[in-house]
């Protein structure tokens, strides 16, 4: 929450500036924007594990464990299609060298897709 109120904050500034000054506040909002999508991804990554642990156990109601599941899935689906424009603008976000990670257009896609995936895997076991 504090990552998004500051990141709107900068954001009405760096619209009141020009030049280099604008471009140099719109890449310091698309880091602080990563920043919240990415903390937002560790977030819905650790809620989707814990319920599928639940899921994973005998008894209760699969059925409603997936649909929180793909609820969770798709907050995270978006939160990916947020992010595909900041890092359009800046390539440098996302990048992390010693492990050759980036985060792009195609990855984010990727993630989407296999998120997707995930998901009917988990409807499909629920209904079973």
């Known amino acids: 929450k504090l ?28 880091v602080g924007r990563f920043m919240e999508y990415t903390a937002k991804t560790a977030v819905n990554t650790k ?6 642990l639940e899921f994973m156990k005998n008894g ?3 059925k409603d464990v997936a649909n929180k599941m793909t609820e969770i899935a798709k907050d995270e ?3 990916a299609r947020k992010t595909i424009p900041l890092v359009e603008r800046d390539s440098r ?3 992390e060298p010693s492990m050759e990670y980036m985060c792009d257009k195609a990855h ?18 629920a209904e079973a």
Request: hydrophobic share 45%; net charge positive; charged share 30%.
């Open 3 to 30: 990552m998004k109120k500051g990141s709107d904050a900068l954001l009405k500034v760096a619209d009141s500036l020009n030049g280099r000054q604008k471009e140099a506040a719109l890449d310091l909002y698309g």
């Open 108 to 125: 984010l896609e990727w993630k989407i897709f296999h998120t997707e995936k995930a998901v009917e895997a988990v409807m499909k076991e």
């Open 47 to 52: 809620m989707w594990y814990l319920l599928k």
């Open 77 to 79: 689906i978006e939160n």
């Open 93 to 95: 976000l996302g990048f």
């Open 60 to 62: 209760g109601n699969k």
